[in-house]
C-alpha cells in the first residue's frame, strides 16, 4: 500500500493524464479509454522512478457494498465494508463514539403498521373526551384501554364469522375467474 504522499502524487498524475486526455487530445469519451491510457503509460513511463503510478481505476474509489456514516456532522466519517461487518446497535463511531447509520445500501424502512390498540386509539381518544368532558388525559386512556379490552373480545368471537365470510367471498372469485 503507498503511503498518503505516494497515493496523493498518484490521484494527482491521474487527474493530470484526464486533463491531458480533455485538453490536449480533446477526448470526452471513456474516461479511462485508450487516450487516457496513453498519457498514463507517458507519466509511469517519466516518473515511474519517483514512485509515481498512474492506474486506469481511481484507487481511492473502491465500491465498498455498504458504508456507515456517523451521525455527528461535526465527524462524518465513512465506514466503508465489503461486507456487513458493522451493526449501528453494537459499533459506534471509533472517532467521536457518535451513532452510526447505515449509508450504502439506504437500508429501507419498515412501514410503520399501527398496532389494533393504536387505531383504536386514534378513532375513539375524540369520543371518549366528548363522553367524559373535563376528565385528564390519563384517565381518558385508562377508559379507552378499558373499552379496547372489551371491544377486542367482542372482535374475536365475530372473527371466525368474518373469516368464513372471507373464505366465502374468495372461493367466489376464484369460481368466477374459471
Ligand atoms: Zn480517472
Ligand atoms: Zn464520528
Known amino acids: 500500500m503507498p503511503n498518503m504522499t505516494e497515493r496523493l502524487l498518484n490521484a494527482i498524475a491521474h487527474e493530470m ?21 496513453k498519457w498514463a503509460a ?31 456532522p461535526w465527524c462524518g466519517i465513512v465506514y466503508q465494508r465489503h ?15 457518535s451513532q452510526l447509520t447505515q449509508t450504502k445500501p439506504v437500508p429501507k424502512m419498515k412501514p410503520f403498521t399501527p398496532s389494533d390498540y393504536q387505531i383504536y386509539l386514534k378513532n375513539n381518544l375524540k369520543n371518549v373526551k366528548r363522553r367524559f368532558p373535563g376528565s385528564p ?6 377508559i379507552l384501554a378499558k373499552e379496547y379490552r372489551a371491544h377486542k373480545s367482542a372482535v374475536t368471537d365475530g372473527d371466525n ?5 372471507m373464505l366465502s367471498t374468495l372461493s367466489l372469485q376464484d369460481s368466477a375467474s374459471i
Request: glycine share 4%; aromatic share 8%; hydrophobic share 30%.
Open 83 to 97: 461486507s456487513k461487518c458493522l451493526s449501528p446497535q453494537k459499533h459506534a463511531c471509533s472517532n467521536c463514539r
Open 161 to 165: 364469522s368474518q373469516m368464513t365470510l
Open 42 to 72: 507517458k507519466c509511469n513511463r517519466l516518473l515511474g522512478k519517483q514512485g509515481v503510478f498512474v492506474s486506469t481505476t481511481h484507487s481511492f474509489e473502491i465500491d465498498y457494498k455498504y458504508a456507515w456514516t456517523c451521525s455527528n
Open 137 to 142: 388525559h390519563k384517565e381518558a386512556m385508562s
Open 17 to 37: 493524464c484526464h486533463l491531458a486526455t480533455w485538453i490536449i487530445d480533446n477526448t470526452h469519451q471513456q474516461p479511462h479509454g485508450p487516450v487516457f491510457k
